[in-house]
C-alpha cells in the first residue's frame, strides 16, 4: 500500500474533476454530432473543450487552499548514496570493457 497522502482541499478537489470533464464533455459533443446530423461537426465545436479546461482551471485558481497538503517526494527520486572509497567496482563479466 502507498503511504500517499491525498489532498482534500477545494482547489485539489476541482483539479481533480478535469480529466472526467474532459471525457464528459467530449463524449456530449460527439452525441450532439451524431443526434443532430452532423451538425455540431466536432472539428468546428473542439473549442468548446478549451473553455471547460480553462474554466476548471479558473475555479481551481479561485478556490480556497485552506487544509492544503504539499505532496511527499517519493524514494524514486532520490539520489543513491555515493560509493564508498577504495576498489571499484567489479562488473560481473571478467575481461570485458577492459
Known sequence: MSAHVRCHCQSCTIR??????IVITIGVLFLLHQ??????YFGSTWPVLLVVIGLLYLASALASQEGHVEP??????QVPPAAPPGNPPQTPYRGQGQ
Open 72 to 77: 511527499v517526494p517519493t524514494t524514486a527520486t
Open 35 to 40: 443526434l443532430h446530423g452532423g451538425h455540431f
Open 16 to 21: 481533480s474533476l478535469t480529466g472526467p470533464a
